[in-house]
């Protein structure tokens, strides 16, 4: 009885140890628990900017940006290692006072915090989105892949009929 008892942990330890490794460095939830699979960091270089296809105005280089900050909003609270990031899309709420709602691809929400700013000019209102991760993402388990998200920027002033443009 004992042996068979020692043989039978001794084979679902071993079943154990080939999913483990089938399953590689875990870029899928676990399809038993539904928990999340910490993936090792990103080391590709950030993006920045708009998609050549994107509907924005041409954009300005994120780190030439001077004006009156009109607006800015967190979303996540203290972003660590904040990386300049791709604006999909930015619309504009006719609200008084006005809203700009930006659109981008970033982590897993439980884990992902972001800033934004709108920047003032004379003749353009520049948004500037900056993404990294929560405080305590890395003592948590993450989703890998690219969620859609949106953060509202209200303004402090009008448009005035400035141009909106994002920040590459």
Known sequence: MRITNSLRALSILAGFALLATACGSGSDPDPISGADVTLPPDTSEPTGGQPPDADLPAGVAFGDVEGTLIGSSNIGGEVVDPQPTEILDILIAESFPEQLVVSFTAGAPEC?????????????????????????????????????????????????????????
């Open 112 to 168: 992902m915090a972001a800033n934004a700013q709108a920047i003032a000019t004379d003749t353009q209102v520049i948004v500037m989105l900056e993404v990294g991760i929560t405080t305590d993402a890395l003592t948590r388990s993450c989703l890998a892949g690219e969620f859609e998200h949106t953060i509202s920027i209200a303004l402090t002033e009008g448009l005035n009929g400035r141009e909106v443009v994002a920040a590459m």
